[in-house]
């Protein structure tokens, strides 16, 4: 019995990532030097103050126990805190709070929550798998959306409510987008609850990268409209605003019903996080945040050296407003490679690796996710090495390129 006869393993499409993380492995066990621009892993430490919590809570010998599955409350207050502090959204840590085990198990535990065969998901297209993929195992149908927030978003959105049958119950949104990077203000929000109310609509939203955003404009959170919290969840992650990607601490906060409703699947499923990772999480929500502010500059300066560098090897790549990524469109040259071979040529030629954009969606082809987890040093390399990779196949890099040291 071949393990694709099993109902939900049948509807999972082979992942086209895993083909090039491959390929990068085999490259790198084979004693290559490959610059992984490839996977949003955060190269930086957490803060120092939040390990010696940890280390401390672990010495404890009653530390060692189950946990709480939906967090301990210090640390369901400490994120109620976050939320005033940082939104001025006014959260009961009680009930309108839950402990994930970082943003994806949250999406997925919800999605078998309040989502079964017959129930219609909107999710856009590209977007990061779990925003699709937790509603196909839980049996759900998805039904693309643009990840563009523009006019034709809108109109989408009108569409699928006039013509799907059943008539979609929940949308996902995530902004900054995992990959496009794009963002929305909060008149975004506003009218994107408004339509949700109208339509009787859950609204989703992932917010995992709340603190990567640039050039001084703070991102929104959809808690902040008004009523917000009568048909929205957001989800939120200590893994790219701490540095704590390994830990897989995460929140979902809003409406109480989704909160009750993951919750209960929640504790058959899990007993909560290591009680001394949740202690240490509260130490980095409560602490200094000067991390934060500190994450943010260097991610921006990468961001300026990367769109420098490679503009300069004769790609490029528009600037990201916020999050950790870039989302690249092939070189013109190129395009009709395809992401997934030009991803593939790229690791073989210029020892880069990237997201090929088709592992993202269909409408993610064209497109690369460039993630910016080197050094800048190690990003000037890429645009090195970039260079010659394209004028291998004809493409003319700038003539300033040449002496730039780019």
Not at 1 to 26: C, G, H, T
Not at 303 to 320: H, K, L, N, Q, Y
């Amino acid at each position: 019995m071949s393990d694709d006869e099993f109902y939900r393993i049948k509807r999972l499409p082979p992942y086209v990532i895993a083909e090039v993380n491959a390929m990068r492995a085999a490259a790198r066990a084979a004693g290559e030097d490959i610059i992984d621009l490839g996977m949003g892993n955060p190269d930086l430490p957490p803060p120092q103050h939040v390990i010696d919590k940890l280390c401390e809570v672990a010495q404890k010998p009653d530390a060692h126990g189950y946990s709480q599955s939906k967090g301990i409350p210090g640390l369901r207050r400490a994120q109620a805190n976050y939320y005033a502090r940082r939104f001025n959204v006014e959260l009961d840590p009680e009930s309108e709070v839950v402990v994930t085990m970082g943003s994806k198990e949250g999406l997925a535990s919800l999605a078998t929550a309040i989502t079964g065969p017959g129930d219609v998901v909107l999710a856009p297209n590209p977007s990061y798998p779990i925003h699709t993929f937790g509603f196909i195992i839980a049996g759900a149908t998805i039904r693309s959306v643009p990840t563009t927030p523009d006019e034709n978003y809108w109109r989408a959105l009108d569409r699928a409510m006039a013509f799907t049958v059943p008539r979609p119950s929940i949308l996902v949104v995530n902004y900054p987008s995992n990959p496009t990077a794009e963002a929305v203000d909060l008149a975004f929000y506003e009218r994107l609850v408004a339509w949700a109310k109208e339509n009787k609509v859950w609204v989703l939203s992932d917010l995992a990268y709340s603190e990567l955003y640039y050039d001084g404009n703070p991102t929104p959170s959809i808690l902040q409209v008004p009523g917000a919290k009568d048909v929205a969840i957001e989800f939120t992650s200590m893994s790219k605003t701490y540095s704590m990607a390994g830990w897989r601490m995460g929140f979902a906060v809003g409406n109480k019903r989704l909160i009750a409703a993951m919750t209960r699947v929640k504790s058959y499923l899990d007993y909560g996080a290591f009680t001394p990772i949740q202690a240490a999480a509260c130490a980095a929500l409560n602490g200094p945040q000067d991390i934060v502010a500190k994450n943010r500059e260097l991610y921006q300066k990468r961001r300026d050296v990367m769109v420098e560098s490679f503009a300069r090897a004769g790609w490029d790549i528009p600037s990201p407003p916020a999050s950790m990524f870039a989302w690249a469109p092939l070189p013109p040259a190129l395009k009709d490679m395809g992401s997934l071979e030009f991803s593939k040529q790229l690791l073989t030629h210029a020892k880069v690796a990237v997201a090929p954009g088709v592992g993202y969606g269909e409408d993610g082809e064209g497109f690369v996710r460039i993630a910016m987890v080197e050094n800048e040093q190690r990003i000037r390399q890429a645009a090195r090495n970039i260079r010659k990779f394209l004028s291998m196949h004809g493409v003319n890099t700038p003539s300033v390129a040449a002496g730039s040291g780019s």
